[in-house]
């Protein structure tokens, strides 16, 4: 996991990094002495003042510091920067604006297509105020930017990178990871957090600008963090449209074509970037009968140099890995080796029925010269479930029980590897935003996406009700305001009523669920009754706070991107494969906020994905296409899921003997348990919602059985996260 944590204290007697000599051959800092000056009498160390623990007598000792492990430096005092990590060397800049001021710098993390000259224009910019132009460059990153003592950072749009921070010791410590600050903090649980992500883990009201640590805090996406001498300030960078009128139409040729732009410009800053190989490679016994040297190097679990692609079939996957090989340049390997582009395609063996369709059109797509295929064929040793055992990530997330699945297939890959994740919740219209529409009376553009949905229920006589149930939900919600809806689904908590949180039947039924200002989850059925109670209140709570917008369409888009966006996060770092980095143009910023742009009666369209992604690849010169090209992906396998369940029944029913969500008074036990011999026996039963508790309990138990800590000092056997174990839950009152 890489992560960077930065400080700013108001106080002048903290140790801080670059720490200097006094005139009595200590560590430590004169308040009154001159910063220029003192630059020079002492080296850059680096650290944090133990301040948290006053009463410690080692606290006494100025020299005696904290700092994060495995940590570098970037800038020192007096407010530090770290970056921790396998972080390559082209992934980690820094610039000043001018060498006789270096406290007016910029840091960036991750990859960005801006040269110098584009991070000193924004940097100038932000000293200023201006914040926007941080965001505007191709890439995937992070910015820091410090003038003086001011000291800003700026998240994403969609929340693939976002910013927490804690209050700590009379200052502010902030980092791209929550479980490093909740080490530094010695933060419990916050179990009602841990509530709100089973119950609704679609609805931002309801987990806020929490973690599951107590007293750690996220700044929503779209937003930037500012301290000033430990006093701090979120803002939002984004302008904010009107709340009571829709925005003017955009051109949808315009749109699409800024779509394009941004969707070019995210691969090529992927493909400009330096090239990189594994940088140790697993010993290879020698040759094996019927395996390549591609081969044998997958089995061993090390992705190839250079660049490649997921080719699964579907239409973002192939976008990507036709645009990354018909690019300018050197699209694929390492120079001297190859210009083809790896393409990988993951069969599974044990429930081929199905997927016919989209192996074939990948294998269509691979026919093009500019592409080397690879099949990552597995049987039963690739099921969902199949291997629990995998790396603590900083937050849970449903990815945990398919990591050694997805492990799989990106262990064949290379070592930048293009993944199409985030490209339905950016271009794809969210159902609830047929309310948007009927909101701005533009009730025919309704006429489409109704007369798809009756033809995606043939053979039903109920499909001749599809457009009046469809239409009546939209008119429902259009004229619910916010507070309405947002306290209404907090009274279907407190009473139970839980029927939006079972399995939606089709198309149909999963646009009618959706077409409500907030819906349970599907774990939430398995929750006690103090749990959801726990999180109606929260939802209650937020009804007096409204969303950046009051659209329920453009809300429930951002709150289903902020949610995917989270659990992409998560998946890259339990499928982490080393040396290795995942690339999703579809979430940067770039990318998101030329979707925007698309109106919404081009959204709700049937095929508008497709459609956009055909038109970006004509315009790249890929004209044609197999038959079948942007047909819908398809749903998470339901078989491959129930056999994974039936496979690992019995080491799932272990995990739920004594797990610690009945001892956070989330769960009962033995409901769950029968909940997992229903599924392996084919009941039905929310499979989503068992990965999200199964997930869930992993992380819990990988949190617990954590030795180690994030940070190193004089104090670090104190320095972790939840040191007392899962918090008792408080009785109900009677």
């Given at each position: 996991m890489r992560w960077l944590v930065g400080w700013s204290s108001i106080a002048a007697s903290f140790g801080t990094a670059g720490r200097v000599a006094d005139h009595h051959g200590r560590g430590g800092r004169d308040p009154h002495h001159d910063r220029a000056a003192s630059a020079d009498e002492g080296p850059v160390t680096g650290g944090i003042a133990d301040a948290a623990h006053p009463d410690d007598p080692a606290g006494q000792d100025a020299d005696r510091t904290v700092v994060p492990v495995g940590a570098?430096?970037?800038?020192?005092?007096?407010?530090?920067?770290?970056?921790?990590?396998?972080?390559?060397?082209?992934?980690?800049?820094?610039?000043?604006?001018?060498?006789?001021?270096p406290f007016t710098r910029i840091a960036v993390l991750g990859c960005c297509g801006a040269d110098d000259t584009e991070l000193r224009r924004a940097l100038l910019a932000a000293r200023g105020g201006a914040l926007r132009h941080l965001t505007q460059w191709p890439g995937s990153y992070t910015a820091v930017v410090q003038a003086g003592r001011r000291i800003t950072v700026v998240g994403d749009l969609a929340g693939a990178r976002p910013v927490f921070y804690t209050p700590w010791a009379g200052g502010t410590a902030y980092a791209t990871a929550a479980l490093p600050l909740a080490d530094l903090i010695e933060a419990q649980l916050d179990i009602g957090h841990l509530a709100a992500l089973l119950a609704c883990p679609d609805s931002p009201e309801a987990l806020g600008d929490g973690t599951p640590y107590a007293g750690v805090r996220r700044i929503p996406p779209g937003h930037a963090l500012i301290l000033r001498e430990g006093s701090r300030e979120i803002t939002g960078y984004e302008p904010v449209a009107s709340l009571a009128v829709a925005a003017p139409a955009a051109d949808p040729g315009s749109a699409v074509e800024g779509v394009r732009e941004a969707l070019v410009e995210a691969v090529r800053a992927r493909l400009t970037a330096?090239?990189?190989?594994?940088?140790?490679?697993?010993?290879d016994p020698g040759p094996v009968p019927g395996m390549g040297p591609a081969d044998r190097r997958a089995a061993r679990g090390a992705p190839a140099p250079g660049v490649g692609a997921d080719l699964s079939g579907g239409s973002a996957s192939a976008t990507l890995a036709l645009l990354a090989a018909g690019l300018p340049g050197t699209p694929g390997t390492l120079p001297g080796s190859g210009s083809r582009l790896l393409a990988v395609t993951f069969n599974d063996l044990a429930t081929p029925q199905g997927?016919?369709?989209?192996?074939?059109?990948?294998?269509a797509i691979a026919a093009d010269p500019r592409l080397h295929h690879v099949v990552v064929a597995a049987a039963e040793e690739a099921l969902p479930y199949a291997d629990l055992d995998g790396p603590l990530t900083d937050e849970p997330g449903p990815s945990l029980v398919v990591a050694a699945r997805e492990r799989r297939r990106l262990a064949a890959g290379s070592a930048d590897h293009f993944v199409g994740h985030g490209a339905r919740q950016v271009l794809d219209a969210h159902p609830a935003r047929l309310a948007d529409l009927l909101m701005d009376r533009r009730r025919r553009h309704l006429l489409r996406p109704m007369a798809a949905l009756?033809?995606?229920?043939?053979?039903?006589?109920?499909?001749?009700?599809?457009?009046?149930?469809?239409?009546?939900?939209?008119?429902r919600l259009a004229r619910t305001p916010y507070r309405a809806g947002m306290e209404a689904a907090a009274a279907r908590l407190r009473e139970g009523d839980l029927r939006a949180a079972a399995p939606a039947d089709g198309p149909v039924g999963a646009s009618l669920a959706a077409l409500t200002w907030s819906r349970p989850g599907p774990a939430a059925g398995w929750l006690t009754g103090e749990a959801l109670a726990e999180v109606s209140i929260r939802l209650a709570a937020a009804a007096g706070r409204p969303p950046l917008s009051l659209r329920p369409g453009e809300a429930r888009a951002r709150a289903a991107l902020t949610r995917h966006a989270a659990?992409?996060?998560?998946?890259?770092?339990?499928?982490?494969?080393?040396?290795?980095?995942?690339?999703?143009?579809?979430?940067?910023?770039?990318?998101?906020?030329?979707?925007?742009?698309?109106?919404?009666?081009?959204?709700?369209?049937?095929?508008?994905?497709?459609?956009?992604?055909?038109?970006?690849l004509t315009s790249a010169g890929v004209r044609e296409l197999p038959p079948g090209w942007g047909a819908p992906a398809h749903t998470p396998n339901e078989t491959a899921t129930r056999l994974g369940l039936r496979e690992a029944l019995t080491s799932l029913l272990a995990l739920f003997t004594a797990p610690l969500l009945a001892d956070a008074g989330l769960i009962d036990a033995r409901v769950v348990q029968q909940a997992l011999l229903d599924a392996a026996?084919?009941?039905?039963?929310?499979?989503?919602?068992?990965?999200?508790?199964?997930?869930?309990?992993?992380?819990?138990?990988?949190?617990?059985?954590?030795?180690g800590t994030c940070w190193t000092g004089t104090t670090t056997p104190r320095r972790r996260a939840v040191p007392n174990g899962v918090p008792v839950p408080r009785p109900a009152l009677s």
């Open positions: 570098q430096l970037l800038w020192g005092d007096p407010d530090p920067l770290w970056a921790v990590g396998d972080w390559r060397p082209d992934e980690i800049r820094t610039l000043a604006a001018d060498p006789a001021d330096p090239r990189h190989a594994p940088d140790t490679l697993p010993y997927r016919e369709a989209e192996l074939e059109r990948a294998r009756v033809r995606s229920t043939p053979g039903d006589s109920s499909s001749l009700l599809v457009p009046f149930s469809v239409y009546s939900a939209a008119r659990d992409h996060r998560v998946f890259e770092q339990a499928a982490e494969v080393r040396s290795q980095r995942l690339h999703a143009p579809f979430l940067d910023n770039q990318v998101v906020r030329a979707a925007r742009a698309l109106p919404e009666s081009l959204r709700v369209q049937p095929g508008a994905r497709a459609a956009i992604l055909r038109t970006v026996e084919g009941h039905p039963v929310p499979l989503d919602g068992l990965a999200e508790l199964v997930s869930m309990e992993l992380w819990l138990t990988r949190l617990l059985s954590r030795r």
